[in-house]
């Protein structure tokens, strides 16, 4: 069973989901508050955070701030359906993905399963591999990256995204193969959650080593300067 913590007021919505995914293999978790949640998913173990926008106490992108001082738990963001504000706000903080509301539980499961497999533990014959690119330091199995020797803190989104692109580093990786790899689903018109991750690795990497550069292929994808 995955425990699966939902922060979300929404007490109708909590029990639905309860009832849904529990049979689907996850232990559910309900918190009401921000605040509250926020808590919870600091000082216990979840596999993954499904978290609303609004909510009393703190509101979802204060409680998300407050979560990733010291957790990089993968986390849902429930936003508004159409509210591209949200969106983008919520993965500027550090959110792996969102849904808009209102969504099918199957989906949800299936965004789940996808964020489940990418942080999972890596293949055995992983724990021997590291991924060199200049002063970039890739290491599948623990699924931790380092530049000079310092480490990056990186969402498991922004991992999956970055290991992709260093194994193919010197080669254009398109937008189709980094978001059914790295994100987990197909590519959809007007879905840019790709380019806020990416937004988000140039800065990292930047902020270490100004060399590292990724660069866009209009209308392609992306590539890691080898």
Do not use: W
Not at 10 to 34: C, K
Not at 85 to 105: M, S
Not at 178 to 191: F, I, K, N, V, W
Request: charged share 25%; aromatic share 4%; proline share 5%.
């Amino acid at each position: 069973m995955h425990p699966i913590l939902i922060i979300d007021d929404d007490l109708e919505l909590g029990e639905m989901l309860t009832e849904y995914l529990e049979p689907e293999g996850f232990a559910i978790t309900v918190a009401v508050r921000g605040d509250t949640g926020a808590e919870l998913a600091l000082h216990r173990p979840f596999s993954a955070i499904i978290l609303d926008v609004m909510l009393p106490g703190l509101n979802g992108f204060e409680a998300l701030k407050k979560i990733r001082t010291a957790s990089q738990t993968p986390v849902i963001m429930l936003t508004a359906k159409g509210d591209d504000i949200d969106r983008i706000l919520g993965l500027e903080i550090g959110a792996d993905d969102y849904l808009p509301k209102p969504f099918n539980p199957r989906e949800l499961v299936a965004r789940l399963r996808a964020i489940l497999r990418r942080s999972s533990a890596a293949d055995p014959e992983d724990e021997l591999i590291q991924i060199q690119c200049r002063s970039l330091l890739v290491s599948p199995g623990s699924r931790r990256a380092a530049v000079n020797g310092e480490a990056l803190d990186l969402t498991s989104t922004e991992f999956s995204v970055l290991e992709l692109l260093a194994r193919e580093a010197g080669r254009v990786v398109s937008k189709e193969q980094l978001y059914r790899s790295a994100l987990g689903r197909p590519l959809t018109p007007y879905d840019r959650s790709l380019d806020m991750h990416i937004s988000h690795l140039r800065r990292k990497l930047g902020e270490c080593d100004s060399s590292l550069q990724i660069h866009t292929v209009r209308g392609t994808g992306y590539q890691l300067e080898k």
